[in-house]
């Protein structure tokens, strides 16, 4: 925490315009970054007069612990990353040009408010928190584990579901995130402060044409029917999984797909029937204060006995 004080927290401090997509890890972020992304271009497109604001907008990631969005110097030693456009296109600290920011972060809602409370006290900052059925999310992570250099290797199946349900793995309990999460949306609400727009992995799999509306709308930004059309095409899972410039094929750390199914319901091909019976008893244990909104808003429709 002193380190990110002292060396990024200006890249965190929010600035008008900024919208922070938020998620536990696996459970839609990386979607929901190219879903921005492509409603700017279609909106850069339909409006010339501002196109170079969103036109290749800042794409910031704050997911390390350590020193999120740091500084990295880049090839020219004079000049430091700070982001990257919709092409992959480094964006350098200091550049006069005016650019929207899309930062994707994992914080807690509770560490997001110690490093960024103005965040929630800025109307022209929009937040998005994307939620998702848990037991996928876990198997997603699981397989990210298994083909992630960086992080380390499961021993089984079964050892990673443990630690998962008890919150042993990085970013920490998936109860914990999204709980704090939903209080704070809530909270917000009861403020009459509507920056943080709620959405679940299974709606926008079920209707991303409606739910890219809705995030149009949260965002303040309108689209041609036509413009919204294309923005869908490019956001399908197929698109996205087929461009080797947003399937991560590139990054050298992965040693298998970073898009592997991005399915509803592939928890059903991992667990066995003794290991969802003690998981759905984790999630009524964990989330007994907030079962009344656990099956709409934390599971994405699934009952939980």
Known sequence: MENIVKNDMDLLRPNDGDVY????????????????????????????????????AVRAHAFCEVCPMSRRVSGDKNKKVIG????????????????????SLHFPAERMGKMMPDAFNNANVKMIYIARNPKDIAVSYYHF??????????????????????????????????RGWWRKHEEMISENKPQLLWLTFESLKKDLKSEMKKICEHLGLELSEEGLKMAVKRCTFASMKADPNRNHSK????????????????????????QNM???????DHLKEDFSTLTRNFTGGEKIQ
């Open 278 to 284: 003690q998981f759905n008893l984790a999630v009524v």
């Open 84 to 103: 990257y456009d919709a092409n992959g296109n480094e964006i350098f600290e200091n550049e006069y040009e005016k650019r929207r920011r899309i930062v």
């Open 145 to 178: 584990h298994c083909m992630n250099d960086v992080l380390p290797t499961p021993n089984s199946w079964q050892e990673f579901l443990d630690d998962f349900t008890n919150g042993s793995v990085r970013w920490g309990s998936w109860f914990d995130h999204v």
């Open 251 to 274: 990054n050298k750390i992965f040693q298998g797909d970073f898009l592997r199914k991005g399915k509803v319901g592939d928890w059903k091909s991992k667990f066995t029937d003794e």
């Open 21 to 56: 997509l938020v998620a536990y890890p696996k459970a839609g972020v990386t979607w929901m970054t190219e879903i921005v992304t492509a409603i700017y271009r279609e909106y850069a497109l339909e409006n010339p007069n501002c196109a170079s604001e969103f036109d290749n």
